[in-house]
């Protein structure tokens, strides 16, 4: 007797795109080096047969979701340069619920394969494309600024859990933070 269901029809890109979530939400909890491949594909509701056959590998997969976590660029690109450093800082401290590529970032550094995509990663698709968006001089160096400035206060605001800032505290830190990336971006 002939099973009277229809096959499963797969749709690669949205199979895809889960497993990239599920990989972003595990890797900011766990770090590279805690996550498995199964836990992973537990969360994306998946085998761990296709997400490897999507990603190829744990480190392939973590290289793809640090790339789609750096979709920031039209944020940043796309603004004016003299609110370059208003828009960054607000990115950085009004959308932390959503911005987790600096958390991905600092939790890639207690492994040496995560370490070293992350450095190649964070290389070619941040701070190339902000050097050249930045311009001379010194273009690559103060790409390079941002890029560490960011890193630190994410690493300060999110990962460390200290005591929380009172709101005047807040407001003063975020406005350093507008004027150290804007100066940074400015080449003052």
Known sequence: M???????????????????AAAQTVFCELGYSQTGIRDIAAVAEVSSTLLLRYYGSKAGLFEAALIDLMSVGEDVFGVDRARAGERLAELLTERASDFRLLDLIALSMGDADARAITARVIDTH???????????PDARARATEIIMVSTGFSTYARQLSLAPLESGEQARMAAWLKRTLQAIVDAT
Request: glycine share 4%.
């Open 2 to 20: 002939q099973d009277a269901r229809a096959p499963r029809r797969r749709n690669a890109q949205a199979s895809k795109t889960r497993i990239l």
């Open 126 to 136: 941040a701070i190339a494309p902000l050097a050249q968006w930045i311009g001379a």
